[in-house]
């Protein structure tokens, strides 16, 4: 049966998810990976992913501390360049963000200005300790962006009708 409607879902995807779902083991058994495999597929739900400049250094960065080999970081940062679509957040945009958001967040700036600038609808990450906060998730509602794990943005695409 052929869908006349679609609904936009836009990510910003923090490195700790993107991280959890390449080392995942058995490979694409993770929330992580399954969220990743399914933004790459179109159904009734368009799924938009976000990345800035500083996520995808973070993402290299953190990918030689573990020790993963240069070829595969560059695999794997293409990918994630080549699905996403690109936000441009200055230095700016994050110290106009610091001006308002708590103080809790300020570790995390770059991943909240490029929600807040790409139109994000949520926020998916691992980070309890900055973004999965009370009052991150509170300030950031205030521009329409939930901030989820991964297990609960697969159940709430579920919901939305893909898979």
Not at 48 to 59: A, D, F, M, P
Not at 78 to 98: G, H, M, N, Q, W
């Amino acid at each position: 049966m052929r869908h006349f409607w679609t609904i936009e879902v836009r990510l910003v995807v923090d490195t700790n998810v993107r991280v959890a779902a390449e080392l995942a083991f058995p490979k694409g058994r993770s929330p992580a990976a399954q969220l990743l495999h399914i933004a790459g597929r179109q159904q009734r739900v368009t799924i938009v992913l976000l990345r800035s400049t500083e996520l995808q250094n973070e993402l290299r960065d953190l990918l030689r501390r573990l020790g993963t080999p240069v070829g595969e970081i560059a695999v794997i940062v293409y990918e994630a360049s080549f699905f996403s679509k690109f936000v441009d957040v200055t230095e700016e945009d994050i110290d106009a963000l610091r001006a308002q958001a708590p103080p809790v967040a300020h570790d995390d700036l770059h991943v909240t200005a490029c929600a807040i600038k790409g139109k994000a609808t949520h926020l998916v990450t691992y980070d309890d300790r900055n973004l999965l906060t009370t009052e991150t998730k509170r300030f950031l509602r205030r521009f329409g962006i939930k901030v989820v794990k991964p297990e609960k943005m697969l159940a709430e695409l579920r919901r939305l009708g893909d898979p």
